[in-house]
């Protein structure tokens, strides 16, 4: 069997593209784990924000939150960008970067959203949009519907190497030979070696390793309190059934590999968190670590390379590519289908995140 599109990885980028495609063409995921969405999809910090990635992604995001929403994935939260005396012009930069959106930000006291917080963090802006969301639900819709519409999934299929023929491309993995007319990059952190393997150029898409530890505190992480993030972007924090989900918000660049949390990143995190609030850290219940994999602007790549025929790229999603995933997936889907946009993510600018921006 010839498919029409095969794509290269099953996590959030490549089963919400699948999902989205496979009501229009023969769809075949391609996946190298046994589990889909195993590497970052299956380790989020799982919260949905609008000023998440900068003011490059927050169309995406925004565009995102009616299908999100409407599906039932999202759960309020709040977030809460703190800083100290010196962090002025942090505050006023992120404010001045997003006051053009409808995204609503509002200066705040901080010690009003946050008991025990240390004096010096006078600085706060408050992000009423963020919100809870639930990945594992998300992924497990997306490869569900991609299955109900006739979709293909192969596990333990990592790419081998693959030719392209006479406009087919024939695809060799561990699990069996593939032949598919369009072959699409949704690797990940992957995807530049992925990319190689294709015969194309890499994009330098780098994955960085980020950290996160669940904590049991005392007193216990209250249910209302918000996400709360330092805008110097040295840690984040939210509630999460009694607990607190924490992270030092470290990007170390790595391989990519099945990756694990670094003892120096958890004590490190731990001690900017006790730099925060007078709470007491009573235990480290869980420790993990995600890949976030970044193109070189820190923007996605939706389109076709520019070199080489039937590759369509759909990587560089760095930690936003859930909350962005039924834009991506739109914008993805509507450039290998020749259509436009669906309704709904008509205002999502498709050129700059084109994969020939890199030539």
């Not at 980028?13 to 009501?23: H, I, R, W």
């Not at 996160?212 to 918000?226: G, Y």
């Not at 790549?301 to 834009?327: E, H, N, R, S």
Request: aromatic share 8%; charged share 20%.
């Amino acid at each position: 069997m010839i498919h029409d599109i095969a794509i290269v990885g099953a996590g959030i980028a490549g089963a919400s593209l699948a999902a989205a495609l496979a009501p229009h063409a023969r769809v075949l995921l391609i996946e190298a784990e046994e589990q889909a969405g195993y590497h970052s999809t299956g380790r989020s910090a799982a919260f949905w924000s609008e000023t998440y990635g900068g003011p490059g992604i927050q169309p995406l995001t925004s565009a995102s939150e009616t299908a999100l929403r409407g599906g039932g994935y999202l759960a309020p939260l709040g977030s809460l960008h703190i800083g100290r005396a010196a962090d002025a012009g942090r505050v006023d930069a992120f404010l001045a970067a997003f006051e053009r959106t409808a995204v609503v930000l509002d200066r705040v006291d901080p010690a009003a959203f946050v008991p025990g917080l240390r004096p010096e963090w006078t600085l706060g802006v408050h992000e009423p949009s963020c919100a809870y969301i639930d990945v594992a639900a998300l992924h497990a819709a997306y490869l569900a519907a991609f299955r109900r519409a006739g979709g293909a999934i192969a596990t333990r299929a990592g790419l081998d190497e693959a030719h392209r023929t006479a406009g087919v491309w024939t695809i060799a993995t561990p699990a069996g030979t593939y032949r598919a007319g369009l072959l699409v990059n949704a690797a990940g952190a992957w995807a530049d070696r992925i990319a190689v393997r294709l015969g194309a150029a890499p994009l330098g898409i780098q994955p960085y390793r980020r950290t996160m530890v669940q904590l049991r505190t005392d007193p216990p992480a209250a249910a209302d309190l918000p996400h709360v993030a330092d805008i110097a972007g040295r840690f984040y924090f939210k509630p999460e059934a009694g607990r607190l989900w924490l992270s030092p918000h470290d990007e170390t660049p790595v391989d990519p590999h099945d990756v694990a949390p670094e003892e120096i990143d958890v004590a490190l995190a731990i001690d900017r968190f006790e730099g925060v609030v007078d709470w007491r850290v009573a235990a480290v219940e869980r420790r993990w670590a995600g890949l976030r994999s970044f193109a070189p602007d820190r923007l996605p790549v939706y389109g076709f390379d520019p070199k080489v025929a039937g590759l369509f790229w759909c990587a560089g999603q760095g930690g936003f590519g859930i909350q962005t995933a039924p834009a991506g997936a739109a914008v993805a889907a509507s450039l290998l289908l020749g259509t436009g946009l669906p309704s709904g993510f008509e205002g999502v600018d498709v050129a700059r995140y084109a994969a020939g921006r890199f030539a």
